[in-house]
Antibody, heavy 120, light 107 residues
Framework: EVQLVESGGGLVKPGGSLRLSCAAS????????MNWVRQAPGKGLEWVSS????????YYADSVKGRFTISRDNAKNSLYLQMNSLRAEDTAVYYC?????????????WGQGTLVTVSS | EIVLTQSPGTLSLSPGERATLSCRAS???????LAWYQQKPGQAPRLLIY???SRATGIPDRFSGSGSGTDFTLTISRLEPEDFAVYYC????????FGQGTKLEIK
């Protein structure tokens, strides 16, 4: 069974930093492109970042470029999101999501999410 | 960036009725890269449709997707009580974007 479990969320002050983790199991993690997608309270979904299977290709939404860094450790089946210079508008549930393996670029599995609150 | 506009914002229907949800793109989207998701309160989104018309694993056949270019549709042929949720479309291109969602509520 595919499982994605996020952790690391919490309350942080504006300008602060936080590192999110996503532990993957039940599939060959090292062969999949992985993503972070967020959802502000009561709002829609926003793609944040993606990283290819061997970390060769990394992309960011303009809203987080230069502040967030995505990374992965295939030996540990883990995905990370380092978030710096956090702003109130970064407050959201952050989901770890897997791209499908067939080249359709849909998110076929999601974690349960971890809440990040940026507030003084 | 391709903007996806979903309509209506809210759809009020009764169980057993047919639901038609629209997703319109600001530029042409490859049909291969258009997906639909269902999200219930407090839950992560669930993939329903990928490639504009292919059902994801385990999705009932009352869900169907269609469309091409800039106009895509998600149809639920006969609503079940568990289908009342928020639905999002998503495209992959130079960036990844989602529509703002359609809330399907019980009338």
């Amino acid at each position: 069974e595919v499982q994605l479990v996020e952790s690391g969320g919490g309350l942080v002050k504006p300008g602060g930093s936080l590192r999110l983790s996503c532990a993957a199991s039940g599939f060959s993690f090292s062969t999949y492109t992985m993503n972070w997608v967020r959802q502000a309270p009561g709002k829609g979904l926003e793609w944040v970042s993606s990283i290819s299977s061997s970390s060769t290709y990394i992309y960011y939404a303009d809203s987080v470029k230069g502040r967030f860094t995505i990374s992965r450790d295939n030996a540990k089946n883990s995905l990370y999101l380092q978030m710096n210079s956090l702003r109130a508008e970064d407050t959201a549930v952050y989901y770890c999501a897997r791209y499908d393996s067939s080249g359709y670029y849909s998110f076929d599995y999601w974690g349960q999410g971890t809440l990040v609150t940026v507030s003084s | 960036e391709i903007v996806l506009t979903q309509s209506p914002g809210t759809l009020s229907l009764s169980p057993g009725e047919r639901a038609t949800l629209s997703c319109r793109a600001s530029q042409s989207v490859s049909s291969s890269y258009l997906a639909w998701y269902q999200q219930k309160p407090g839950q992560a989104p669930r993939l329903l449709i990928y490639g504009a018309a292919s059902r994801a694993t385990g999705i009932p056949d009352r869900f169907s997707g269609s469309g091409s270019g800039t106009d895509f549709t998600l149809t639920i042929s006969r609503l079940e009580p568990e289908d009342f949720a928020v639905y999002y479309c998503q495209q992959y291109g130079r960036s990844v974007t989602f529509g703002q969602g359609t809330k399907l509520e019980i009338k």
